[in-house]
Structure formats: C-alpha cells, structure tokens
C-alpha cells in the first residue's frame, strides 16, 4: 500500500524547481498539521483540525514571503501557482494561502501555503482575538474594520505589536 502523500515529503521544504505542479491543493489530517506546524497548536490541544495547503512558486522579483506573510496571485500573469506577497487589502478569491515557515521563501523558490486551516499570521500590529481578519500592505494581516468582504479568517489570539504572529483560522480561496 502506498503512503500518503504527505508522509513521504518534507512540506516545510524550500524547493529551487517544482517539484509538484503549481497550485496542486493537499490536505493533511489535524494530528498531522500540527507536527509539521507546532506554532497552529493551542495549549494543551493536540488536533488543530485538517488543513489545506497549496503549492506555489514567489514569483516576485525581489522580495521574499516570510513566516506568517500573506500571499497573493501574481497579477502579472495571473498564472495558477505564481504567487507574491500581498500589497493591500485583497479580495479573499485572490489569496491563495499564507506561508507559515520559518526559512523565508525567496524570489523564485517553491513551497507550500496553507489555504485553509489553522496556522499564524504576520500582525501589523492591529489583531484583535475573535476578530474577523483581512491582508494589509507588506503581506501582514489587521482587523476587518469596514470590508467585510475581504476577510480571509478569523484570530484565535491578539496580535498587539507589529511582526507578532497570532494563532489564526484562514479560509483564502485562491489559487
């Protein structure tokens, strides 16, 4: 019988080529999740719950994503798996996930996202726990404060200084 996919592969590996197609989707079980990303764990919980990622390439030129950094579709090309780090507030169908590893993502280097799932978020400061969330400029996540419409998930714990990164629940829809 064959393994699961993500048995057999380092997910918080940094790759210099695909090695899967871009924007191919897995999900790996909760007690999984939270061995491959501890930091999604509340205390004493042992299951996040299931979490989505998705493969993408940093198609910027010059700057890396970082842990907790939301990404965007590149829309240069608009091409499936070519992803940058967000610039604004973005409609959640142009998010495709948030990086949650700690090596930073350079220009032109492969890695996972999670898409949907429980996972930290790079605050600008402004993260309320229970607060609906939504990106900001340089790949952070704020507050919801007037458009609803853009949230892409919900902080699980407050994010009160620039650069922390809060527990939170992402639901991003692009790809």
């Known amino acids: 019988m064959t393994q699961p996919f993500y048995l057999t592969n380092n ?4 790759d210099t080529t695909a090695r899967y197609e871009l924007g191919k989707t897995i999900t790996i079980p909760g007690s999984l999740w939270a061995d491959f990303c501890p930091a999604a764990l509340a205390s004493g919980e ?6 989505v990622l998705v493969y993408g390439i940093n198609d910027e ?3 890396s994503i970082n842990q907790g950094e939301v990404a965007m579709i ?5 091409a499936r798996g070519n992803f940058k780090r967000s610039t604004g507030v973005i409609a959640p169908q142009r998010v495709p996930g948030v990086y949650q590893w700690s090596t930073a993502l350079a220009a032109g280097e ?6 949907k799932g429980v996972g930290v978020g790079d605050s600008n400061g402004s993260v309320t726990a229970g607060a609906q969330i939504t990106t900001t400029s340089a790949g952070q996540i704020t507050d919801v404060s ?6 892409i998930g ?9 650069g922390d990164l809060p527990r939170c629940f ?3 829809r692009g790809g």
Request: aromatic share 14%; glycine share 8%.
């Open 11 to 14: 997910l918080d590996t940094i």
């Open 46 to 51: 042992d299951d996040p719950g299931d979490a």
């Open 61 to 63: 030129a010059s700057a």
């Open 74 to 78: 590149d829309t240069a090309d608009y």
């Open 110 to 115: 492969y890695a996972w996202f999670l898409q």
């Open 146 to 151: 007037s458009n609803e419409w853009a949230a």
């Open 154 to 162: 919900v902080a699980h714990a407050a994010g009160g200084s620039s």
């Open 170 to 172: 992402f639901d991003c």
